[in-house]
């Protein structure tokens, strides 16, 4: 059967779909831990458990977001009905996180709960995991879909080095960023501009490919995904990927403030850490058929190791180092974190090859339980640290004891990450392995087609 092709247009279209995504989500993930305890006044030890606790059920929701994904079906498909019904819903839940009322310790605690779990666990997870299993249910050759990951993680990438640059002078134009209601306006703005994105997805980009529908059983689903080592191996990178992202806009906020002592610097040293991230995954896919992943991703590791030695034995006052370094960090990161979807998409051939079934949306929510655990434990230990070394948002300068705390860490806690990076790159022989596995997966689907199928 000749299978329609995904043009250049649709690949593209499926990529700014991050751009709606990321709109919403880099501001989160980059300024909530800051708008809590330095905004609003909250305590970062009791935001960290806060958050600790949200991710237990955001792991939970990410699996029942991926088992019904995959069982449920309409006439446009599996995932082009999240992105219509769920988008403005996932717009609207992230205004309300930061509409946090001024009364008692104890209902604002209750409410912080509840709406960042609303966007976080619930919609932004469905919304989210329904666009990332998108590629896969658009097309089922693996380099074609590797590239639409890949372009994917290139609106990613612009945009967040836009919003590092953007929030703060909106956050300023809209009234300053102590106060709160500015904090909401430039959320409704990026709101706005996000649902835009993802709503030509649901016009341009077509679901092609179907599976048959798995167990209903997500106990039995989930059972698959661990029967996968090389899955297990993506999710472990992609909790990898996360925290260096944490790193790059959450909790640098912390150091350039703090130690540094210039906020101003933020939008230079994203843009350092993701501009080559930006130009590179534009030429990205055209390498896929010539240099197999893992070589990128080990590569892009060494660099990231080399980057950090020289930034952790330099000087501290240094914006030319601090800028430089993260350079070629970000020129090292864009490998890892420009094919880590796609490496998690060719785990879906190798689990139905292994198992006989074929979960693909499964994979990829069992693959963002990982990356959410991995944000939630990073985030509520930078909690519990920051309260450790005697950090108080509400101090107009922070003791040696906190400014020192937060240096060690920001250097030194990067590269137990690169060393997971180069060590699951060792171990990754999927890419040799591949294209028998498509031959014998070839093999059995003509044996199982009807006769007289074409």
Known sequence: MKKEKVGIV???VFGSGQIGLNALYTLFSSYVLYFYTDVIGMNAAIIGTVVLISKMFDGVSDLIAGQLIDTHKSKKGHCIPVLA???LPMVTSVVLVFLVPDSSIALRIAFIFVTYN?????????????????????????TTRSKMLCYSMLFAALTQTIMASAILPMVKFYGGQ????AWVKSMLTLGAVGAVFLFLNVFVVKERVDNEVPSENIIQSVKIAFQNKYWLMSAVLQICCTIVLLFNL???????????GNLGLMGAYVAASNVPGIIGMLILPVFLDKISKKKLVLAGGMLMLIGQVVFIIGPTDSAALLVGTALLRGIGFLFPMGLVNAMTGDTIEYGEWKTGTKVQAVLFSAKSVA??????????????????????????????????????????????????????????????????IQKDLEARREKAAPAGHI
């Open 10 to 12: 649709e690949q593209f």
């Open 250 to 260: 959450s909790i640098s906020v912390y150091y350039l403030e703090n130690v540094a």
């Open 371 to 436: 990356e959410k655990l991995g944000q939630g434990l990073m985030t509520s230990l930078f909690g519990f640290f920051l309260t450790a070394v005697g950090y108080d948002g509400n101090l107009a300068a922070q003791p040696a004891s906190a400014v020192s705390g937060i240096e060690y860490f920001f250097k030194f806690a990067p590269l137990a990450v690169i060393a997971a990076i180069l060590l699951i790159c060792m171990r990754w022989k999927l890419d040799d392995e591949m294209p028998q």
């Open 85 to 87: 019904r769920w988008t």
């Open 178 to 181: 102590d106060s709160q209601s």
């Open 118 to 142: 609303l966007f976080n666990t619930v919609l932004y997870t469905y919304v989210n995991l329904a666009h990332n299993s998108l590629a896969s249910y658009a097309t089922d050759d693996p």
